[in-house]
């Protein structure tokens, strides 16, 4: 499946972003899907993440009640819309597909369990 991250750019602190993820060439159903990030000398961190159904979500505690994962299967397509935004959540912004059907926080929370990436959005917050 190939994934196609879209929506990043220059916002202000305090404003809001919404990034979307267009996913083709497979089932886009049958993946749970996560948005990660990688801020300049750090390492990639979870953001959030959604099973593949949609009726389960997960947050890193750094944007949970400001940023918001869903999906819309019917679209192929899932959102992070990010809200209240710091200057702490400039980084790329990368979607990724998990194709095993876990919906536990130890899967869709980890990297390393995720079968394809998209190319990544830029993300920057200008205080």
């Known amino acids: 499946v190939q994934l196609q991250a879209s929506g990043g750019g220059y916002v202000q602190v305090g404003g809001s972003l919404g990034l979307s993820c267009a996913a083709s060439g497979g089932t886009f159903s049958r993946y749970g899907m996560g948005w990660f990030r990688q801020a300049p000398g750090k390492e990639r961190e979870f953001v959030a993440a959604?099973?593949?159904?949609?009726?389960?979500?997960y947050y890193a505690d750094s944007v949970k009640g400001r940023f918001t994962i869903f999906r819309d299967n019917a679209k192929n397509t899932v959102y992070l819309q990010m809200n209240i935004l710091s200057p702490d959540d400039t980084a790329v912004y990368y979607c990724?597909?998990?194709?095993?059907?876990?919906?536990?926080?130890?899967?869709?929370?980890?990297?390393?369990?995720?079968?394809?990436w998209g190319q990544g959005t830029q993300v920057t917050v200008s205080s």
């Open positions: 990724a597909a998990e194709a095993s059907g876990d919906s536990r926080y130890a899967t869709l929370g980890a990297s390393r369990m995720y079968d394809y």
């Open positions: 959604i099973n593949r159904g949609g009726g389960t979500t």
